[in-house]
């Protein structure tokens, strides 16, 4: 057995008491079709040879029981299997969406959100169908197909063995087939992860589509990659269409040899005519089964290649994940040092022999041009990435010999990308400690100095940040943020451009507070504005993925580096001077 059908098969494995009681139900289907056909023989025999009326009277109450029974049993065999199929879809959409959060930053790198949107909803909904659909028939038609073949055999032999030698004459070019739709399913599900991919852009992009005039372009972008789509289906419409038909002509030679053979015996009276109906019968019935296993076929097909790619995700492999011996640790008590580091992202040395020092109590402002590495230097920390040379140590101890969760749990992190969810305020305040307090989450919003404008909203903290009509500006989020990582209280803290979008004043009065919550903390501040780190224990100037500098501001400024250029140039405007001429 083909080993993603396996795979698939394996999910089923806890709903097992289902599928038994579906299987029973769908024997009794599948075997009552044989049972049909078997007694065309001996009515037909007694209605003709014996004109018996009392079998005539029983023959359409017999009809009706048969078909009553068989409704029940056939609704009982769906209804199970059916329900199986869609516990099972939901378990691989579980474990595909945790598997997909729980990946490494570098794989979020790699795929676009689009892409894994469409991961979780085309593909799913194609495996679904298939399960769903074929699944469900799959067992009852091999059942029936089964009983219907004993019949033939039972009644004839010779004549059976005639009509089936064209059976395998039809599977070969079945699974050519087979195989063709799989390969379009598959690549048709690539381009549909391309649509969702551009659907995601362009709708959370219209601000820029729209600044730059760019509709047209994006409409023709979209109905090209729409076209692409079309394409690819109707290979698939093409070699789906085709199945039928050609088994169909094959399968025409068995019949017109069975009926000349057949035939041929019930005129030479080697067979009776009741004996030879019989054997039709199960004829034509067999091949509803057959056609539909056929199509099954073809369907399975078509979910396997939604399944390939469902598994390719699943079986993705994580780089960072706990090292075997990996510890547990309390509160840090925020010595953070860089041994050494060097990374790059796969291509050129991001960071090149990197080594610092920081402990509690202390900022560490990182300054430096674009481009120059401050980003990727503060995402080690987290392990986002995992170094490739040298080491980054919390309180002497490698950060890899610690548990991802005790790890994550020592820092705090806030960067420009102002990132909240659609829930209320008071809870996106809340992910930072998911258990606390109403007064926590305000004490946390009045030093990040959100609290006065998130009473003035409607709803106040209960106010839904997706809510239509409610426009945060970019200091307001910014301020959220910051109040979620205060309310995180860890001991590291990162902030990566967290106050670039707010005012001087907003910017220097979170500065203040900030100061006041520095007190037992490890402080990395990234900042462009050379004003917010001026008080920094400690500048680091990084250009290039080096360290070019280090030292305090008055340190910096004697040196006359590159951080005394980059100063005077922000403060070469008098109005700005004054601001860092401030104690
Ligand atoms: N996810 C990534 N994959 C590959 N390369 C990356 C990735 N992120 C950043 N880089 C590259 O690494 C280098 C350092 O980028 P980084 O974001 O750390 O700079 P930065 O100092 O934070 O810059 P900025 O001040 O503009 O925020 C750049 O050359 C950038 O192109
Ligand atoms: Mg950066």
């Not at 820029?208 to 394409?231: D, M, P, S, W």
């Amino acid at each position: 057995m083909n080993s993603t059908l396996k795979r698939t098969l394996g999910y089923f494995k806890p709903y097992w008491k289902l599928l038994v009681i579906s299987a029973i139900c769908s024997s009794i289907v599948g075997a009552m079709d044989g049972a049909i056909a078997y007694l065309v023989e001996p009515v037909l025999k007694k209605v003709f040879a014996g004109k018996d009326t009392f079998i005539f009277m029983l023959v359409p109450l017999g009809i009706i029981i048969l078909f009553i029974v068989r409704g029940l049993t056939r609704f009982t065999y769906d209804m199970t299997i059916k329900l199986a199929g869609q516990k099972a879809i939901q378990d691989i959409r579980n474990s595909l969406y945790s598997n997909t959060i729980l990946q490494d930053m570098a794989f979020f790198n790699r795929k676009a959100t689009g892409e894994l949107m469409s991961h979780m909803t085309n593909d799913i909904a194609q495996m679904q169908e298939g399960i769903g659909q074929v699944v469900s028939g799959l067992f009852r038609d091999l059942i029936s197909a089964s009983s219907l073949l004993g019949v033939i055999f039972y009644r004839n032999w010779q004549l059976a063995i005639i009509s089936f030698v064209v059976i395998p004459a039809t599977a070969y070019p079945a699974q050519l087939i087979g195989k063709k739709i799989k390969n379009a399913s598959g690549r048709s599900l690539n381009v549909m992860g391309g649509l969702t991919s551009i659907l995601q852009e362009t709708f959370s992009g219209v601000k820029v589509i729209k600044a730059f005039g760019l509709q047209e372009r994006t409409i023709e972008r979209f109905r090209a990659v729409n076209l692409e789509f079309f394409n690819q289906i109707r290979r698939y419409i093409k070699y789906e269409s085709l199945a039928m038909p050609v088994s169909e002509a094959i399968i025409s030679f068995g019949v017109a040899g069975v009926i000349y053979f057949g035939g041929s015996q019930v005129m030479s009276g080697r067979m009776t005519p009741s004996e030879f109906f019989s054997f039709i019968a199960a004829m034509v019935m067999v091949f509803t089964p057959i056609k539909k296993l056929q199509s099954s076929y073809n369907l399975l097909q078509r979910s396997a290649g939604a399944a390939e790619r469902v598994f390719h995700i699943l079986d993705e492999h994580r780089d960072i994940v706990d090292s075997p011996g990996a510890i547990e640790i309390g509160r840090s008590a925020g010595l953070v040092e860089f041994r050494n580091v060097s990374f790059s992202y796969g291509g050129e040395t991001v960071l090149n022999n990197i080594s610092l020092s920081a402990s509690s109590n202390q900022m560490i402002a990182l300054v430096g041009p674009s481009g120059g590495g401050k980003t990727t230097l503060v995402s080690l920390l987290p392990r986002f990435y995992d170094v490739q040379e040298g080491g980054i140590f919390i309180d002497g101890r490698d950060i890899r010999d610690i548990s991802l969760k005790s790890l994550v749990s020592q820092i705090a992190l806030v960067d420009q990308e102002t990132t909240l969810f659609h829930d209320s305020i008071a809870n996106n305040i809340r992910y930072g400690k998911p258990n606390a307090s109403v007064q926590e989450v305000q004490e946390a919003a009045q030093a990040a100095f959100a609290h006065d404008f998130i009473t003035q909203l409607p709803d106040g903290y209960n106010t839904s940040i997706g809510d239509r009509g409610l426009r945060l500006s970019g200091g307001q989020r910014q301020r959220i943020c910051i109040a979620r990582a205060l309310l995180k209280n860890a001991p590291i803290l990162i902030l990566d451009e967290a106050t670039s979008a707010l005012d001087t004043e907003s910017e220097q009065m979170v500065q203040k507070a900030l100061d006041n919550l520095m007190a037992n903390r490890t402080t990395f501040v990234i900042a462009h504005r050379l004003s917010t780190v001026l008080h920094a224990d400690r500048i680091i100037v990084l250009e290039a993925g080096r360290i070019v500098e280090s030292g305090t501001h008055d340190d910096l400024l004697t040196n006359s580096g590159l951080y005394s250029r980059l100063h005077s140039l922000q403060f070469s405007d008098k109005e700005t001077a004054e601001v860092a001429n401030e104690p």
